[in-house]
């Protein structure tokens, strides 16, 4: 069934230039510098842009000094990990992407992690229980929207975090594979596509997908997406029972 592009969504998540080498200091991902122009062709097929940033301070119970000090537990109830100061306002790595719109010219945008001691992955939700929503979901759901075509950074932790949450939350989620990059080698389809257990994912030219078999599966463990010769190069994300 084709959808009116009224139904249809693109969410940005955190394409920020933090997540880029442009901002060596922080946590840049390879090649995050060069997602806009997919992030543009995806809000093309859509009636709705969404966008989402990361706003954290630099004083954060959960900020470590060093990226050698990264990623161990904190205790906290809605920061898991530690990481090194990322995304502060004010700052060149808070600002997002120049191909990009500003917030301001998005039709939704959410700012998260803006308390200190909340470090949410998921652009839906402010906490790491889904509890307390950013406002996003109601939105779409309030408008329509069955569909919703997402990219950003990084593809193993906040994208893939919102793409599951917007699952769950009933809506339909493609993956545009070249609107993504991913913070570690191994994680580009691997941890970000650990969701492969819970949802089937299938790589197709067009908009009507195939489930993937499980044979194809290894293709998502590669450390780069798979080259699919024409557009959409997507990923549609379907719940398993």
């Not at 693109?10 to 510098?33: R, Y």
């Not at 630099?58 to 990481?83: I, R």
């Not at 793409?163 to 769950?168: G, I, R, S, V």
């Amino acid at each position: 069934m084709t959808l009116a592009k009224t139904a249809i969504a693109s969410f940005d998540v955190d394409a920020q230039k933090s997540f880029t080498p442009l901002c060596p200091n922080e946590l840049p991902v390879v090649g995050g510098d060069r997602i806009g122009a997919e992030l543009n062709y995806m809000a093309s097929l859509a009636g709705h842009r969404i966008g989402s940033k990361d706003a954290h301070t630099p004083h954060a119970p959960w900020v470590v000094a060093q990226h050698s000090q990264m990623l161990q537990p904190t205790g906290l109830a809605h920061a898991d990990v530690t990481w090194v100061s990322h995304c502060v306002p004010g700052t060149e790595g808070f600002t997002l992407l120049d191909e990009l719109p500003t917030p301001y010219d998005y039709d939704y945008f959410v700012w998260k992690g803006v308390e200190p001691d909340l470090h949410p992955y998921g652009a839906c939700y402010h906490d790491l229980h889904d509890k307390l929503s950013t406002g996003v979901i109601e939105y779409l759901k309030a408008r329509g929207v069955v569909r919703v075509i997402v990219g950003g950074l990084a593809l193993d932790y906040c994208v893939k975090t919102t793409a599951l949450q917007l699952l769950k939350a009933g809506l339909q989620v493609v993956l545009h594979l070249p609107a993504c990059r991913s913070i570690s080698e191994e994680g580009v389809y691997r941890r970000s596509m650990s969701c492969s257990r819970r949802v089937l994912s299938s790589v197709a030219p067009a908009m009507n997908w195939p489930r993937l078999r499980s044979a194809q599966a290894s293709t998502l463990n590669r450390a780069t997406p798979p080259r699919i010769p024409f557009r959409p190069r997507l990923v549609n994300l379907v719940p398993v029972n």
